[in-house]
């Protein structure tokens, strides 16, 4: 049971380039979600998704897109990335809070990308 | 909109002394409230958590009670160990199954031997 993986761990992107961010969980967990990290501000909410084929946007969705089309996996795409963009990104899981009450969310090690 | 604020770090202390990470929050309903630790290189843990007004949470010597009154949730431990050492983050959310967290901005607390 390998949890929530991330990769990658590392990434140097130049600005205007793409890539994509991939997060992925064998916990058959339905919630995912992505947040980014950035020093003095704790983790702020990028994309959410309650399950597959269903995503919506939370705190600081722009310049990122999502899709869910396994419960598995939750890629996170950077389409043209920014300075701004620079940050730790973390990917978390959870079971469905509507049958099961109360979870805790599992966080993935993060994946620490820099726009130059 | 729902915050949490978190006592300015970086703190210091050495080992064995008495922790406190302060931590208020302001929130339109009745949120569930959180601990997370995140050790060096590491993705955040859940260190404890507290549901409803008046829990107390605890794990691993950490204590924290939820104050709906002063809308706060500080973190304690009596005897802290430089194992301790890591970034701290208090965190709430208002929907059933913690799955949209708002953090607050972390704390980063360093024991010394």
């Known amino acids: 049971n390998a949890g929530v993986t991330q990769t990658p761990k590392f990434q140097v992107l130049k600005t205007g380039q793409s890539m994509t961010l991939q997060c992925a969980q064998d916990m058959n967990h339905e919630y995912m979600s992505w947040y980014r990290q950035d020093p003095g501000m704790g983790l702020r909410l990028i994309h959410y998704?309650?399950?597959?084929?269903?995503?919506d946007q939370g705190e600081v969705p722009n310049g990122y897109n999502v899709s869910r089309s396994t419960t598995e996996d939750f890629p996170l795409r950077l389409l043209s990335a920014a300075p701004s963009q620079t940050s730790v990104y973390f990917c978390a899981s959870s079971p469905s809070s509507v049958r099961e009450g109360y979870n805790e969310q599992f966080f993935g090690p993060g994946t620490r990308l820099t726009v130059l | 909109g729902d915050s949490v604020t978190q006592m300015e770090g970086p703190v210091t202390l050495s080992e064995e002394a008495f922790l406190t990470i302060n931590c208020t929050y302001t929130?339109?309903?009745?949120?569930?409230l959180f601990w997370y630790v995140q050790y060096p290189g590491e993705g955040l843990q859940l260190l404890l958590k507290?549901?409803?007004?008046?829990d107390k949470g605890s794990n691993k010597g950490f204590e924290a009670t939820y104050r709906k009154e002063t809308t706060s949730f500080h973190l304690e431990k009596g005897s802290v160990q430089v194992s301790d050492s890591a970034v701290y983050f208090c965190a709430l959310s208002e929907i059933q199954g913690a799955q949209k967290l708002v953090f607050g901005q972390g704390t980063r607390l360093t024991i010394n031997p």
């Open positions: 929130a339109t309903g009745y949120p569930s």
């Open positions: 998704s309650v399950g597959a084929g269903i995503t």
């Open positions: 507290a549901t409803k007004a008046d």
